[in-house]
């Protein structure tokens, strides 16, 4: 009898130290993945290269753009500094639903200043420093053609203002001379009217 109890003792003991075993492996299992996850968030790994992704996206239709402008903005809500990287390179796609030069500009220097350590391959600099500059050149064209605009548009405006202005005196003159008619006539009637009472 005493037998029969040690031995369901030990195989009870055994058992319970087996799922205590488990339950540990499962949550150092869960923190591994948990700090992993946090990692992969906080930095992202450099997995593509972002020249080609650029090339990739260029034989890409409006619709695809699209698709691949939410998958990217889902990645950079979990994180990604990748999914951030390839937004911007997505507002500098000139065929892109959301090209915008200014937005591109803006997040990159954002990126450059908030990701400094960020470890990039030497032809992902060379191609971001690129594309740095390439916005920068776009944005001083958009910036001489808008003062070019606000000029030609200020010319315009004096032309106008001066043609309202001669329109203006054309109309004073016109008035002018219609009442001077007016006073001649009448004093023409006045001049037959004292000539028709001295005869």
Known sequence: MNSTVYKFNISHCFTFNKTILIMFISMCLSACQLNNQYSSNSIAANTIDFGQYYLALKNLSESELKIEIEQ?????????IEAEIN??????????????????????????????????????????????DQLNQQLFLFQKMINQELAH???????????????????????????????ITQLKKIEQTISEHGQ
């Open 87 to 132: 937004l911007i390179l997505l507002h500098s796609l000139p065929n892109s639903p959301t090209h915008n030069a200014y937005t591109a500009k803006s997040q990159l220097n954002d990126q450059l200043k908030e990701h400094k350590n960020y470890n990039l391959s030497l032809s992902d600099q060379a191609f971001i420093t690129l594309l740095k």
């Open 72 to 80: 990217q903005r889902l990645k950079k809500s979990q994180g990604s």
């Open 153 to 183: 548009d200020t010319q315009s405006a004096k032309y106008r203002i001066n043609e309202k202005k001669q329109l203006n005196k054309i109309a004073e003159l016109e008035s002018l001379v219609t009442q001077l008619t007016k006073q």
